[in-house]
């Protein structure tokens, strides 16, 4: 795939770019590899004041970056603006939080002293998607930098000038250039990175096929991972939930990025005697988000980042209507080849259908009818995926209870599912493993040492044998 920004908008080339040999991405990590050595030696106060001005960077550039992903993906600029923001937010969390996270933990055993240190491995490359450009790419940066580690992105072919920009950023931050890199390469340089001992780990955000090609190479040279692929989040509606509220934020959920999130709800389990008047007023919801110019204020979603991406979308909404599924909602393409897509809705979908089954990456929401709250949980369960879902109720207690059955890395109860440096972030099953984000994701690249220092204790004199 060529490395160029194609706006999907108005089908426009804006850029190409000349993707790196071999030679000119060797010698980066080289360069990366050298000054790991310097930079894992700095303290933590000393990275800390990069970051938190890479933070000042993200807020002050927000607009400008907010056009480049416009331009380069589709993403309205208003929601442009608050992903830089969010950015902002998460190279402050471990500005403020990684030397905490990372302190010595002290371990009671016979020892005079014992204790696990928490130390950075090197380079960690990160394969990244172009959904979010700017927020999947901090959410791994941020803590790996601030671990003392350094990073090289590959990011997503069709977001070369975001991946340029983030680099940019932390290059005028003051961070060592070599600390952080964008390789403008294509998929074929990764397997030769993978192979290559200075690349000590890898962390990508993907599809299931990219995540298994991914950790089978690292596997092979035994290599850590972090796989945050695919998602097909249960939004499960109880009968005694506030059904108002419930359709209103369904709606939200499955139009985040114009559906193009791991994390968007794409599977809404609903309790039998509310399913008709939850589907009347998703719909009305739906129906309400503007379209348009993604440089446009008023646009609150846009085209799909390219046209085969609908096209495939396309054709698995007609593959499942054949199969039984009803539309509810009629969208989709004004014709194929062309980027924007218009909120679907599909109701009677049975196991043997696509939409039971895959992940659809767009603006289609999947109506499941649940005969009760097990019902509803066994059937957000019977899927591969588990990275997030949530549960609307009347009954916090209840939801709680429910949530701990729900198989995925999060479970929100009477909310929409979202990321926060705060919080952890991953998945179970084929929606991969390992963790992100709060004090799990910065420990994921990091050897955990363990030390052990002897009691000092004088030998004891031995007694004398006649």
Known sequence: MPIESFNPYTSRIERRFRAFSWAKTERILAQAHRTFAEWRTTTFAHRARLMHRAAELLRERQHELARLMAVEMG???????????????????????????????????????????HEPIGVVLAVMPWNFPFWQVVRFAAPALMAGNVGLLKHASNVPQCALALEKIFHDAGFPPATFRTLLIG????????????????????????????????????????????????????????????????????????????????????EKPVLKEFISKMKTHLLAFRTGDPLDESTQYGPLARPDLADELTLQVEDSVKQGAKVELYGGQSKPGTALFRPVMLSHVKPGQRAYSEEFFGPVAIILEAKDADDAIRLANDSRFGLGGSIWTANAQRG???????????????????????????????????????????????????????????????????
């Open 75 to 117: 993403k309205p600029i208003a929601d442009g603006r608050a992903e830089a923001v969010k950015c902002a937010l998460c190279c402050d969390y471990y500005a403020e939080h990684a030397e905490q996270f990372l302190a010595d933990e002290e371990i009671r055993t016979e020892a005079q002293r014992s204790f696990i240190a």
């Open 187 to 270: 998929s074929d340089l990764v397997e030769k990175l993978l192979e290559d001992d200075r690349v000590r780990a890898v962390t990508l955000t993907g599809s299931e096929p990219a995540g298994a090609a991914v950790a089978a190479t690292a596997g092979r040279q035994i290599k850590k991972t972090v796989l945050e692929l695919g998602g097909s989040d249960a939004f499960i509606v109880l009968a005694d939930a506030d059904l108002e509220a419930a359709a209103k934020t369904a709606a939200q959920a499955r139009m985040i990025n114009a559906g193009q999130s791991c994390i968007a709800a794409k599977r809404f389990i609903i």
């Open 400 to 466: 709680q209870e429910l949530a701990r059955r729900v198989e995925a890395g999060a479970v929100f109860v009477n909310s929409m599912v979202k990321s926060a440096p705060e919080m952890p972030f991953g998945g179970v099953k084929k929606s991969g493993y390992g963790r992100e984000l709060s004090h799990l994701g910065i420990r994921e690249f990091v050897n955990q040492k363990s030390i052990w220092v002897a009691k000092d204790e004088k030998p004891q004199a031995s007694k004398k044998v006649e």
